[in-house]
């Protein structure tokens, strides 16, 4: 090969990769950021699953470069470059080159092993929590609903107050915020009682699904406390894609905080000091909301953590009277033959339960702020953020409810107070 | 059936006179020439046109989807809308432009480069054609109906498709669509493989078969054999939906899973059956384009063969987030790793074709070439959801939707637009203009690229596939944007390319024979090519046989005219006679299938009334016609050539 | 490749005569051991064996059938050998992905959940 | 394939216009078979994939199923396999008397399959209270016996037309292939119930 040939060739194959790098430059605006990045991992799966990402990307950008460098070589090279060349005589019929054959097959198959090893490592590895950490793994369940994720803690017990005033045990559970501890592993078993969905925290873990009649499981580790976006990955309906959930990793000690917080009955507030000055309820004064509208502000999204903290402290400004009313209307309006509030006496099992929903830095499933705005919002016209939802269908249409501004107003007032 | 027919023709006389429903129509022109013809060309014609007339539908679902998403919180569609778009983007695509485009090249082209006149069973194939016409009707009637489109999504999953939580019939008309899709496919596919083990011309051994050839049988194969497990899953799922019974009923012990097996173990052949046309058509351009033989085809094909028969073993990868253990997730994610060893050995091989070459750069031959760029790209992104654990965090999300997309448009898209801008002066005897041919690619190439490639980085971003909106503090704007404004860049570059066509249809410059100096034979006839394919059936010589036969002219001149007399001594030219059948069957089927996918039963208890009288119809007409299309029988008439060319038909029609 | 064989026609003629009178005989005994292979298999069943050997005897003894059946009343032995791999690649396939479901149903993770288990989730929603 | 081939040879295995000497239609049937391997082996998977795991309450099939008629009918349709084989046989020789009496038979056989598989399906569901909808053991046996009794139906339609379009004349034995692929349909209902037979009815036994 004469000298400058080669140096063309060199220029040439250059060229691709100076592309790609900046292609890569250009691309890295829109790239490791944003709440749900695999880019960004904060336990050890995630950061596993990224590892191995890394291990298949590398291998396949070589075996890019390689095979492209040569393929774009062999197009400037081979072109025909006058009328004769390209009606030149083509050669007899040749039988390949078997060295060239077999040397390539090598080099793939060594290229694959490469990708295979920690491939194989890794299904064990993210499939169960390490043998010698099980002891000390921190066990929940996830149940998917169309379109809403309900957790519970086998292990924790809840109170609640019976007719006769009794506090008894119950069921520790909670909807769409999955509040763990930092530094343990976590277990969450997934079920679902309707289709399939699919469980994706990105940062702490790839997604397993949640199948009807099959008992799956995945496991999570938090390095530090943290608050992360978790999403359904499997099309499970008309709205499939606001079926979102928040993760909370907190430490011990609020983590036992939070879990004695919950397991106590809905909050009760002390009856309404006499006060003629203030003001009856407010009316009206909520934001309206286009359709497909965020539902968080970009101040929360900021700092969501610190959003988190703020809303398990009681809001200024509660009205006892307005809660009460709100309490009474729950009932009224039917709210509670779907939704839980422990200590209220409602039992419903169908909706969320909302003994502590006011500690919820989100509503409707990850997808509103938790604020009085975006409550309104949704009690207001289920449908509009979230197509098809049985609150709506099986209930709002169903039994033919109807809130006038007076109740929403007490129904927002009873929902924030339920720290 | 039609061969044989060549030796009862001789002894027909004495039979007896057929009933008047028997006869056989004869009309050359006109409707019911085309309703009726066995023409394999007019019925690839027929695929082709339906297919880039669902690729318009198609494509117009795919800009809505870019539009909803160009923007975060967008309100171009409700989620119900969305979910009809993305469905049946998915279904149209795959099952009435991909598979038809390639069943198009598949009838015009493999008979003649296999030197047969026409397929070994012409009703059969008509009959084909005529169910996937009538499949595509059922799949797309919701958008007419109260109940709409099927939204389930292209794989349709239970039990989200069960009656419980898709109480319409949107689905049953997707169930009952593919199901009819099913039927066509399978029954072109049993012809394609009988064609081309059983027509072949003198001299054509299986090892000197055009590697088109080889891959349409691989994928008549891959039908043949993948097709029957989703025709079991959505019998189950119709059984559930019609009559309640228990295949995927949670409460009564079903297995939802069961159908995400039943539908991979269809699905991922089904991925195959969708690329191995592509990768013949690419296989057949190189070569023709850098003036060199395919290097290595002993190796294509068996690789294609390999890449077929692994294919039947690694379903499951789409299924990797189910929880099936971790045995059989590494025996899957180790079998799909296996499988990229023979796809890779193809891209080595077509490298090797263009080394040492002649390179012309037309259009057929830069999409070719943009196949193997975008197609390596795909399949490198394939190999890592291989990987299961990465994976985890892939499923689901758009970069799975940029994997596939390069792969099927990057692949099996530039490949069959290749394949368009490559036959179509053999075809319709005119050039489609190199100047907009070249726009096109640019056009598409630069929009395909803008649209999908983003997708990959949205995907490792956590947008899951999907959704129909999202919110601004995700990270996903700057990439959707990009993407939706590629989409349109690649649809004006997908206009260019009909219109290109169209006006070459009616006005483009005129071809001549053998106009890109071709290999195979195909090459060898006038075009268009006459009713009758060859005058005289070729013998082979070569793999390359036309290449061979032009440089050896006289020999070949010789012995084609020692056939010629040959033939004319046996009666001349045997052709198929036309039937209506295959089309009236078809129609049966169709009314059929609306009875059962779209007529409400009565609400009397018990009887199901206008449903099942509508059923019954259909089927009777089809068995009716069936009857009476066998009872026809595969008759055929004879042709003379002139002196001139010019055709004499012999005795009337048989 | 087709060499136009032509095979005069009345050697043909007694040829396919003696032929068909000895596969007249063929099949008769065949269907004949079908039907004692069919007893053979009943009385299998209430045998006091390990549920695995008895299992293996049954494929066996139905393979067996299956293979008479195909061989001779479908002519399979007598037909050219592209008709047995047509055949047997759909088979083979079949058996195949028969096989593969079986083992991954089979598994422990596919094990699926009864109301029992699914009973933690239950009874704590009514308990609540 | 070629058109210079022109003798007509009666070795109904040897086709010389075509490429590999198999007549078409026979080339056709046994790729559909091939691909029926695939539809009956994903039916009867199910079949037994949910006999792995029966949920709770679904009802025995040992108390359901009856052996002795299924052995009569298995018995019957082995029969009717070796009057097709005969029947075949018979046209291939050109006798088109001996073969009518051998379809006759195989029609009857068939017949007789398919009414004890109605009478087994009925006292199925009316005695022994097992319906398609009410267990999954229901669902998938008689959804795969079911499918499996349709073929055999089709079956026995396409033998009956046969028959009667043995009486135009136009049935020899050049078109003896017509007749032989219609036997390779029947002959593989006939092991597809041999394979159900094991792994669905003498499974149980078990």
Request: proline content about 5%; some cysteine; overall charge neutral.
């Amino acid at each position: 090969m004469r000298l400058h040939t080669f140096a063309s060739l060199l220029t040439k194959s250059a060229r691709f990769p100076a592309l790609l790098g900046l292609a890569t430059m250009l691309s890295g605006c829109f790239w490791f950021d944003g709440p749900q990045s695999t880019f960004d991992p904060h336990g050890p799966v995630a950061r596993h699953q990224m590892d191995l990402f890394y291990v298949t990307c590398w291998v396949c950008l070589v075996i890019f470069m390689a095979v492209g460098a040569v393929l774009a070589y062999t197009n400037f090279k081979f072109l025909a470059r006058s009328d004769a060349d390209a009606h030149a005589e083509p050669p007899e019929e040749a039988h390949g080159n078997p060295l060239v054959e077999v040397s390539l097959i090598g080099a793939s198959v060594l290229a694959l092993v490469i990708i295979a090893i920690p491939t194989l490592k890794g299904i064990w590895y993210s499939y169960d929590v390490p043998a010698d950490e099980k002891a000390n793994a921190y066990v929940v369940t996830a149940t998917g609903y169309q379109w809403w994720f309900k957790f519970d803690y086998p292990n924790e017990v809840a109170k609640t107050v019976d007719a006769s005033g009794k506090t008894v045990n119950a069921a520790f559970s909670t909807a769409n915020e999955l509040v763990i501890p930092v530094g343990r592993p976590v277990e969450i078993n997934l079920r679902t009682l309707d289709v399939i969905h699919s469980f994706w925290i990105p940062k702490l873990a790839g997604k397993v699904d949640m199948m009807p009649n099959r008992a799956n499981h995945l496991w999570i580790e938090a390095d530090k406390a943290g608050y992360f976006w978790g999403q359904c990955a499997e099309f499970c309906g008309e709205s499939h894609a606001v079926m979102r959930f928040r993760v909370i990793a907190l430490g011990p000690r609020e983590f036992n905080d939070w879990l004695s917080n919950q397991a106590e009955p809905a909050r009760h507030l002390e009856a309404p000091v006499a006060d003629e000055a203030k003001p009856k309820a407010q009316f009206a004064s909520y934001r309206t909301f286009k359709r497909n509208e965020a539902g968080t502000t970009e101040a929360f999204d900021a700092d969501p953590l610190a959003g988190w903290r703020k809303q398990q402290q009681p809001s200024p400004g509660e009205d006892a009277a307005l809660v009460a009313t709100g309490r009474k209307l729950f009932a009224s309006k039917t709210c509670s033959s779907c939704h839980t509030v422990r200590g209220d006496g409602y039992i419903g099992v169908v909706g969320p339960e909302l003994t502590h929903v006011g500690a919820r830095s989100t509503i409707a499933a990850g997808l509103l702020e938790n604020n009085r705005d975006e409550v309104h919002r949704w009690i207001h016209a289920p449908n509009e953020v979230k197509p098809g939802n049985k609150m709506w269908v099986s209930g709002y249409l169903a039994n033919q409810i109807k809130l006038t501004p007076e109740d929403e107003n007490a129904l927002v007032a009873y929902l924030q107070s339920l720290k | 059936m039609e061969a044989l027919a060549k030796t009862d023709f001789i002894a027909k006389d004495d039979q007896p006179a057929k009933p008047l429903v028997l006869w056989r129509p004869t009309a050359k022109t006109g409707l019911i020439s085309w309703l009726t013809t066995v023409d394999h060309k007019r019925i690839g014609f027929l695929y082709g046109l339906s297919a880039l007339f669902f690729f318009i539908f198609g494509g117009l679902e795919a800009l809505a989807i870019r539009l909803q998403l160009a923007v975060p919180n967008n309100t171009f569609l409700t989620s119900a809308q969305y979910s009809e778009m993305f469905t049946m983007h998915g279904t149209t695509m795959i099952f009435l432009v991909v598979m038809p485009m390639g069943a198009a090249f598949f009838n015009f082209i493999m008979p003649l480069q296999i030197g047969a006149r026409d397929v070994a069973f012409p009703r059969l194939n008509a009959f084909s054609f005529w169910t996937f016409v009538v499949g595509a009707i059922v799949l797309n009637i919701g958008w007419f109906t109260k109940d709409g489109a099927p939204d389930a999504g292209w794989f349709g999953y239970a039990p989200l498709t069960t009656r419980t939580f898709s109480p319409t019939h949107a689905i049953d008309m997707w169930v009952m669509g593919l199901q009819l899709l099913g039927v066509a496919s399978i029954a072109a596919a049993l012809n394609f493989i009988v064609t081309i083990i059983n027509m072949r011309a003198p001299g054509m051994t299986m090892m000197r078969l055009p590697v088109f050839t080889w891959m349409t049988l691989f994928t008549s194969f891959l039908i043949v054999l993948s097709f029957p497990a989703i025709t079991i899953a959505l019998i189950e799922i119709m059984m559930d939906r019609l009559f309640g019974t228990n295949f995927f009923e949670v409460s009564s012990g079903g297995l939802p899973i069961l159908w995400q097996h039943l539908f991979w173990i269809f699905g991922h052949p089904e991925v195959y059956i969708l690329i191995l046309p592509a990768m013949g058509i690419i296989s057949e351009i190189l070569p023709t384009f850098s003036r060199k033989p395919l290097f290595g085809y002993p190796i294509v094909v068996f690789s294609g063969a390999s890449i077929g028969f692994l294919g039947f073993g690694v379903w499951s990868h789409h299924m990797f987030t189910t929880g099936m253990g971790t045995t059989a997730t590494a025996a899957f994610s180790m079998m799909t790793m296996a499988i990229a060893v023979p796809t890779g050995v193809k891209i080595f091989n077509w490298i090797g074709t263009l080394w040492g070459g002649h390179i012309t750069m037309r259009t057929p031959m830069m999409f070719a070439i943009g196949f193997l760029w975008m197609f390596m790209l795909g399949g490198l992104s394939g190999i890592m959801h291989s990987a299961a654990p990465a994976d985890a965090q892939q499923h689901g999300s758009y970069f799975i939707v940029a994997h596939f997309h390069y792969v099927l448009i990057g692949g099996s898209l530039f490949a069959l637009f290749a394949g368009i801008q490559y036959w179509f002066p053999l075809m319709f005897g005119r050039m489609i203009s190199e100047f907009w041919g070249k726009v096109t690619f640019w056009l598409v190439f630069v929009g395909f690229n803008v649209t999908f490639f983003p997708m990959h980085f949205l995907g490792l971003e956590g947008m899951p596939r999907r959704t129909f909106t999202y919110d601004a503090n995700m990270g996903w704007a700057t990439g959707n944007l990009f993407a939706t404004i590629g989409a349109f860049i690649l649809a004006i570059g997908v206009a260019t390319f009909f219109i290109s066509m169209i006006y070459a249809f009616f006005k483009g410059e005129r071809a001549h024979k053998d106009q890109w100096d071709g290999r195979t034979l195909e090459w060898s006839l006038p075009v268009p090519p006459p009713e009758y394919n060859f005058a005289v059936i070729p013998t082979v010589h070569a793999r390359d046989g036309w290449w061979y036969a032009k440089k050896h002219a006289s020999e070949i001149a010789k012995e084609t005219a020692e056939h010629a007399k040959e033939d004319e001594a046996h009666g001349g030219i045997h052709m198929p006679n036309q039937s209506i059948y295959p089309f009236l069957a078809s129609v049966g089927i169709l009314i059929g299938a609306i009875g059962v996918a779209v007529v409400d039963h009565d609400p009397s208890p018990g009887f199901w009334g206008t449903k099942v009288a509508i059923t019954i119809l259909g089927g009777a007409i089809m068995f009716v016609s069936v009857l009476l299309w066998a009872c026809e029988g595969a008759d055929g008439f004879h042709i003379h050539l002139n002196a001139d060319g010019s055709v004499r038909e012999d005795g009337g029609h048989h | 490749m087709s060499s136009p064989a032509t095979t005069p026609h009345d050697s043909t003629d007694a040829h396919g005569h003696d032929l068909a009178q000895n596969r007249f005989w063929i099949f008769t005994q065949i269907a004949m051991l079908l039907a004692v292979i069919t007893g053979l298999e009943l009385v299998t069943v209430y045998l006091p064996f390990v549920a695995w050997i008895l299992i293996t005897v049954l494929v066996v003894l139905s393979t067996v059938k299956f293979m008479f059946v195909i061989f001779y009343f479908m002519h399979l032995r007598w037909d050219k050998a592209f008709c047995t791999i047509l055949f047997f690649i759909g088979l083979v396939l079949a058996g195949g992905t028969m096989w593969a479901l079986l083992k991954l149903f089979g598994a422990e993770a596919s094990k699926p959940l009864t109301s029992a288990a699914l009973a933690p989730v239950a009874s704590e929603v009514r308990a609540a | 394939m070629s058109s210079h081939a022109a003798a007509a040879t009666l070795d109904p295995h040897d086709d010389p216009t075509t490429t590999t000497g198999i007549p078409n239609k026979k080339l056709l049937m046994w790729a559909f078979l091939a691909s029926d391997c695939m539809f009956f082996g994903c039916l009867i998977s199910t079949h037994l994939i949910y006999r792995l795991h029966p949920p709770p309450g679904t009802p025995s099939a040992r108390q359901v199923f009856s052996i002795e008629l299924t052995s009569f009918s298995t018995f019957i349709l082995l029969m009717s396999s070796l009057m097709m084989a005969l029947a075949v046989n018979a046209i291939q020789k050109g006798n088109l008397k001996s073969m009518r009496w051998s379809l006759l038979t195989t029609i009857f056989f068939g017949l007789i399959f398919l009414g004890c598989q109605v009478y087994e399906f009925r006292n199925f569901v009316f005695e022994k209270h097992l319906t398609i909808t009410n267990s999954i053991l229901g669902t998938t046996f008689f959804t795969l016996t079911g499918t499996h009794g349709l073929h055999v139906l089709i079956g026995v339609i396409w033998l009956t037309a046969m028959l009667i379009y043995s009486f135009t004349g136009r049935l020899t034995e050049k078109q003896s292939i017509d007749v032989e692929s219609m036997g390779l349909y029947w002959h593989f209902v006939d092991i597809v119930w041999i394979v159900i037979f094991t792994a669905v009815y003498l499974l149980e036994y078990i």
